[in-house]
């Protein structure tokens, strides 16, 4: 009989965030990610710098001690290009210590696009040259293969699952949403409809989010949250059941939910309690799906995400802002490609950032809350507008090669 | 800027001016009056913190309630701004009081009850203007209503506002003299030379035969722009080749940002955002069709800025400017239809461009502040004689 295992699977990410970038910007400064002179939100490096001394830093310290620790603590994380090229330039020493989590061989990384983006939707080709480029990525600093593989966002539907068994991949993630999972238990590996080798991990949302979401909420009835209290939760959920998969991002830890109110300690104690049951361990990724059968079948004619009440994409389509800004920087990829210049394809490409359209959200409701925390702008009409500027910005580029992108 | 010119062109008639203006600014280029400062405000604080010329600003008090004292307040500068001129008109005997709008209307009819001269009301908007609705400030159009009733003479700006005044008011049509704004092309030409770097984007497209339409404008319900953006989808579906510039900021800004979104039409659109100096000045010169979308326009002198550098123009029948043009295209602002029609058939011909930009071009010079000026003096001498007779 095996153990229980949790399946804890963190995601880290930063955006090259647009500065304020005017309708005269257009045509003479290329530098729509450089806010440099800006103290507002929109320099990433200082950004970066931040959140790596808020989050990166005491969390892979932490991350090692607990490693070292306990030799049945693993974990699964995912880490964007455009979060590592970041983290190269302003942070080396992170890097560095990701690399030596990576070292432990209890640390699995995770497959995804490169620039966090959403072109499995609009562009396969694309979508396929952001893949790889991640996997190169990850091969050059840390020398290892993925086999398990996250969509930007946690999106999901039974083509990806098929996309990613044709391509030899173990193993997908996605949200384990109650609608798809009706009575069934996201507590299982489960196999994607009409593929033949992948299993499935379902994100358990209620566990996850009470740590990524509720932990510092005063009004709610579970507040303070205890390690004991969690534990006690988490033993529950697993009981008679394979895995938890506590999916969430990495800036949960120190970003998200503050130093000050104790989550890291709260990890810390909850790790070791978990594991003082015989009965329990962790999983990475790959483990899990390795160890166990699947239950079941899954079927995702939709696209499910792990944002907003919703879970599905409305948070970065659902307005036609998003739509017509997608539509424009998709519709550039020919002439972009074939330009064959560098520069201009990688700044394509960091505008195709999820992110960006994210920020133009106007669900300014419950899940606003949520949304205004994460834009560097005072609304998301602005961040269209600079957006737009932006885009018009590629296609004058583009003119100086085929005369691309007419307007 | 109006009363700039204007003030100008009757002093050189012959005209001996007290000005009295709601702020202290030094103005060392103006010798033709004197110039009389009502408070110690800061003239820029009228646009930023109070906003004064925007009605929607105004408390619903009573003059008589309030504070002489309260500058933040745009009463208590109103009230601040009748004891100054009840003070004023006791020493300088006035021939005329010559009052501009709602906010110096109380200020005037002070002066006329305290001297016994005639009083000029001079509407250059109406709160049914600024609102654009038939509601607004009930303060205001009171305000309004008084001063209008109490006018010797009243001068419109266009035959628009007459109409307004006569429909909204009930003032009789006899009372009311329409004297147009004009455009000092003077201060137009001092040295601006366009190198076609600002908008360097639209340049390029204008290269591969794209047609620039602009409007330069605030953005509220007044201005119709959401017609105009209704009016742009349809002229796009039509003929691809256009461009829309739109300069300006204000309320409706979002709502315009997201109306063009839905329409599918947002690749076709530059917002600039408020502009001033060569930007705005670049704006003019970078289009080739200028629409002045308004709802409800008193005048509309940005038509005659766009006529000077160049523009064709399409104008609504609702803005008064366009009374005084002819070599211009005229539409209903709720006609998107006409709208579109209008911009595909010039984008399209260019020899019906040309034709309608040399033609307005002739036309805007010819309307001068001194023709305006003239038409006041005279107005000015039949309320004398009215009196005295």
């Known amino acids: 009989m095996n153990k229980h295992g949790i399946v804890l699977y963190l995601h880290a990410h930063q955006p090259y965030r647009i500065r304020k970038y005017s309708a005269f910007d257009t045509t003479y400064n290329h530098d729509y990610f450089d806010g440099s002179d800006d103290d507002s939100g929109f320099n990433n490096e200082q950004i970066l710098r931040k959140i790596a001394d808020k989050s990166y830093r005491p969390m892979n310290a932490l991350l090692e001690k607990l490693l070292n620790k306990y030799p049945d603590f693993k974990i699964s994380l995912s880490l964007t290009g455009v979060f590592l090229e970041q983290i190269e330039k302003w942070a080396p020493d992170v890097l560095e210590s990701f690399k030596r989590l990576v070292k432990t061989g209890r640390v699995e990384i995770v497959s995804e696009t490169y620039y966090h983006s959403l072109a499995f939707f609009y562009n396969r080709e694309e979508f396929e040259q952001q893949v790889e480029a991640h996997r190169q990525k990850i091969r050059d600093i840390f020398g290892i293969e993925m086999e398990v593989f996250r969509n930007t966002e946690l999106s999901y539907n039974n083509d990806l699952a098929k996309w990613a068994d044709d391509h030899g991949y173990k193993g997908i993630l996605a949200e384990g949403w109650d609608p798809i ?125 792990w944002a907003d009440t919703e879970r599905d994409l409305t948070a970065w389509t659902g307005n036609s802002m998003q739509r017509e800004s997608l539509r424009y920087i998709y519709d550039l990829e020919k002439d972009v490609v074939n330009s064959g210049d560098v520069n201009l394809i990688s700044d394509w490409r960091k505008l195709q950032a999820s992110d960006h359209f994210y920020y133009m959200c106007t669900k300014w409701f419950k899940d606003g809350d949520v949304h205004a925390y994460f834009s560097p702008y005072s609304s998301p009409y602005d961040a269209f507008l600079y957006y737009m500027n932006a885009m018009r910005d590629i296609r004058w580029r583009l003119r100086g090669y085929n005369n691309g992108g007419s307007k | 800027m109006a009363c700039y010119y204007m003030s100008k062109a009757l002093a050189a008639q012959g005209a001996s001016i007290d000005f009295v203006v709601p702020y202290s600014a030094p103005h060392p280029d103006i010798n033709w009056m004197r110039i009389h400062n009502a408070t110690g405000l800061d003239p820029l604080s009228k646009y930023s913190g109070l906003g004064a010329y925007d009605s929607k600003n105004v408390a619903t008090g009573e003059l008589s309630k309030a504070d002489a004292k309260n500058l933040k307040d745009i009463r208590g500068i109103q009230k601040c701004y009748v004891k100054y001129v009840e003070k004023l008109v006791k020493t300088i005997n006035p021939d005329v009081i010559h009052a501009h709008d709602w906010l110096t209307m109380e200020a005037g009819m002070r002066a006329k009850t305290i001297t016994h001269a005639p009083l000029v009301v001079h509407v250059h908007a109406t709160e049914f203007d600024r609102s654009g609705s038939d509601h607004g400030n009930s303060l205001v159009h009171e305000i309004e209503y008084q001063g209008l009733m109490m006018a010797d003479k009243i001068i419109a700006v266009s035959g628009i506002t007459k109409n307004i005044i006569m429909n909204k008011y009930g003032i009789p049509g006899d009372k009311i003299e329409v004297v147009h704004n004009a455009i000092d092309p003077e201060s137009l030409n001092d040295g601006y030379v366009y190198d076609g770097r600002t908008y360097r984007y639209l340049e390029a497209l204008r290269a591969d035969g794209y047609t620039i339409v602009s409007t330069i404008t605030r953005f509220t319900i007044q201005k119709g722009l959401t017609f105009m953006l209704q009016a742009a989808a349809k002229a796009i579906a039509q003929y691809d080749k256009l461009m829309f510039l739109l300069a300006g900021d204000g309320d409706q800004r979002d709502e315009l940002i997201e109306l063009a979104a839905d329409l599918g039409i947002s690749d076709h659109i530059i917002f600039t955002g408020f502009i001033r100096g060569k930007q705005w000045r670049d704006a003019y010169s970078v289009s080739d069709i200028f629409v002045m979308s308004s709802v409800s326009e008193p005048f509309g002198l940005t038509a005659l800025e766009a006529a000077h550098h160049g523009n064709a123009l399409i104008i609504t029948n609702q803005s008064g400017v366009s009374e005084v043009l002819d070599s211009i295209y005229k539409y209903d602002f709720w006609d998107e239809n006409k709208l579109a029609e209008q911009i595909v058939s010039i984008a399209k011909s260019p020899e019906l461009k040309e034709s309608l930009q040399k033609g307005v071009m002739r036309e805007y010079n010819r309307i001068s502040w001194n023709d305006a000026a003239t038409k006041m003096m005279k107005l000015y001498n039949s309320t004398r004689k009215g009196i005295e007779s």
């Open chain 1, 181 to 305: 999972l009706d009575w069934r238990s996201p507590n299982y590996v489960y196999k994607p409809v009409n593929t033949n080798n992948i299993r499935l991990l379902m994100k358990n949302y209620r566990l996850s989010d009470d740590i990524a979401f509720r932990f510092s909420d005063r009004s709610w009835s579970s507040w303070p949250l205890s390690a004991d209290t969690y534990n006690d939760w988490v033993n529950m959920s697993a009981t008679d059941k394979s895995i938890v998969n506590l999916f969430m991002d990495y800036e949960t830890f120190g970003e998200h939910q503050w130093k000050d109110t104790g989550i890291f300690d709260f990890y810390e104690s909850f790790v070791g309690k978990w594991l003082n049951n015989p009965a329990n361990t962790f999983f990475t990724v790959s483990e899990a799906v390795k160890t166990f059968e699947p239950v079941g079948e899954i079927s995702m004619q939709n696209t499910v995400t």
